[in-house]
């Protein structure tokens, strides 16, 4: 009887243990919600006389639909290669949504992810 209380009772202890990990995993994976009053992130603002300054291979910003990139660190890697020069330290909305020295297309959601990663404000009105 003693064995057979020890053996329930042992199994308890696993499956709680078992539980545990899976409920931490839980809380981990939630969000927690934003703080009422909780300021939003400031934006930094670039004048176009500022990007137009960063108009070189060596140092390239794009903008594109009211928001500045700086995409130096993607001009090797290019997949339309020297393509990416022509919109350094511009507007190049139109560039980007119409490829003109390529496919005539938009970019691709990829393009766009990469896009993100290099984002650092928006234009200032």
């Not at 994976?29 to 990007?51: H, R, Y």
């Not at 290019?78 to 020069?85: K, Q, T, Y």
């Not at 691709?108 to 993100?116: C, D, M, N, T, V």
Request: charged share 15%.
């Amino acid at each position: 009887m003693l064995i057979l209380f020890l053996f329930l009772t042992g199994c308890n202890k696993q499956q709680t243990n078992t539980d545990q990990p899976q409920q931490q995993q839980n809380q981990e994976q939630t969000p927690l919600p934003q703080a009422q009053g909780q300021e939003q992130p400031i934006v930094q603002k670039f004048s176009m006389e500022e990007i137009a300054k960063h108009n070189s291979k060596e140092d390239c910003w794009l903008l594109i639909s009211g928001k500045v990139y700086n995409v130096t660190n993607n001009i090797g890697v290019h997949p339309g290669g020297a393509a990416i020069l022509e919109g350094c330290g511009k507007d190049a909305t139109t560039l980007f949504e119409t490829r003109p020295m390529g496919s005539g297309t938009p970019h691709s959601e990829k393009a766009r992810g990469y896009l993100a990663n290099t984002y650092m404000g928006d234009l200032q009105q």
